[in-house]
C-alpha cells in the first residue's frame, strides 16, 4: 500500500470515528433536554406525552395543600388555564402562593403534573423570562375571548 493510500485511509477512519461520537452527543443532549410549556399548551396537547418537560406559571392563591411525607399538591396557573402537580419533596423556601415557579416532571395519566423538580422565583422582582411571557400571553388570550363573547 502506497504511502497515499494510507493517508487516505487514515482520514476516512478518523472522519468515521468523529461522525459516530457527533450522533452521540447529539443523542445525549436530546434525550436530556426539558422544554417549557404553559398550562394552556399542555391542556392544548402541545406537550410530549412520555417525556419530561417544564411547566410553568404563577402558584394559584389558595391552592397549595400538604400531604403527608413531604408530599404537596398545587395549581400552576398561566391565567387562562390551570394544571394541578403535585410533587413530593421539600419545596424552595421562596415557594408561595401567587408567585412564579417552573416544575419539571411528567404528566400522569389522571391529567395532573407529576414533578420531580420544582424552581421558585430568587428574588422580590424577579419573574423566569419563560414565565413572564407564558403570563402576558395567558392576559393577552382572556381579554381577546371577554371582548369576542356576545354582550348581554
Request: glycine share 10%; no cysteine; aromatic share 8%.
Amino acid at each position: 500500500m502506497k504511502a497515499r493510500h494510507k493517508r487516505l485511509a487514515f482520514l476516512f477512519v478518523g472522519l468515521g470515528i468523529l461522525a459516530a461520537a457527533a450522533v452521540l452527543v447529539f443523542q445525549a443532549l436530546g434525550n436530556n433536554m426539558s422544554y417549557f410549556f404553559t398550562p394552556t399548551e399542555v391542556l392544548a396537547g402541545k406537550a410530549p406525552k412520555n417525556h419530561v418537560f417544564r411547566l410553568g406559571g404563577l402558584v394559584k392563591p389558595g391552592s397549595l395543600q400538604r400531604g403527608q411525607k413531604l408530599t404537596a399538591t398545587f395549581v400552576i396557573t398561566d391565567n387562562h388555564r390551570d394544571v394541578t402537580v403535585r410533587y413530593t419533596g421539600i419545596l424552595p423556601d421562596l415557594f408561595a402562593e401567587g408567585q412564579g415557579a417552573i416544575a419539571q416532571g411528567r404528566m400522569n395519566a389522571d391529567g395532573v403534573f407529576i414533578a420531580d423538580e420544582v424552581l421558585a422565583k430568587h428574588d422580590e422582582n424577579y419573574m423566569p423570562p419563560e414565565v413572564a411571557e407564558a403570563l402576558k400571553k395567558g392576559h393577552e388570550l382572556g381579554k381577546t375571548r371577554r371582548q369576542e363573547a356576545p354582550q348581554p
